[in-house]
């Protein structure tokens, strides 16, 4: 759980949610719609993200959990995502906002080391999450500034196609 191991006993019908707010009192996970629709609960299970509202808590077992708890740094600071959301006025009420920063957060990682998202993927990658404040316009740029920011502190060549030379039996390079 956020890197931590965590040891307890499930009910099996136990909902990951459940656990999180009510078992370990990781309550920035929120429960909007109990039908895995609005977003609002997810979190990253190995990695990927997932409704947590339609996960069972026995199904996570030996895997990494990680909430939106697990985002900022130990000092405290706002992950890069967070941070562009801020900046961009990606977040008004706040209530769908970490389910879409674990979401979204996915996105950014993935594309570190490549190209940007474009705005219609963006805006793919938030069907799962709804927002009744923002609009999403805000969002998107948060996203798009975060992409930059993640793309900029990737090393070198991350992404980049490798440079490739072969050279015929003469020795010419092709």
């Known amino acids: ?54 996960v069972l808590t026995a199904s996570a077992a030996g895997g990494e959990v990680a909430t939106i708890e697990g985002e900022t740094t130990r000092g405290g600071e706002l992950s890069g995502l967070q941070e562009a959301l801020r900046q961009e006025h990606g977040t ?17 990682d993935s594309t570190a080391g490549g190209q940007a998202p474009t705005e219609p993927e963006i805006r793919e990658w938030l069907t ?3 927002c009744r404040c923002t609009g999403y316009h805000s969002v998107v740029r948060g996203v798009q500034r975060a992409c930059a920011a993640a793309r900029a502190e990737a090393p070198a060549g991350v992404g980049e196609p490798a440079a490739v030379t072969a050279s015929t039996a003469a020795g010419q390079e092709v």
Request: proline share 4%; glycine share 16%; charged share 20%.
């Open 1 to 54: 759980m956020n890197g931590r191991p965590e040891q307890f006993s499930a009910q099996p019908n136990e909902l990951l949610v459940e656990r999180l707010r009510d078992g370990l009192g990781l309550t920035g996970t929120k429960v909007g719609c109990d039908t895995g629709q609005c977003g609002t609960c997810v979190v990253r299970l190995d990695g990927r993200s997932v409704k947590s509202c339609l």
């Open 92 to 108: 008004q009420c706040g209530f769908c906002t970490p389910g879409m920063v674990m979401a979204l957060g996915e996105l950014v």
């Open 128 to 130: 799962g999450n709804l």
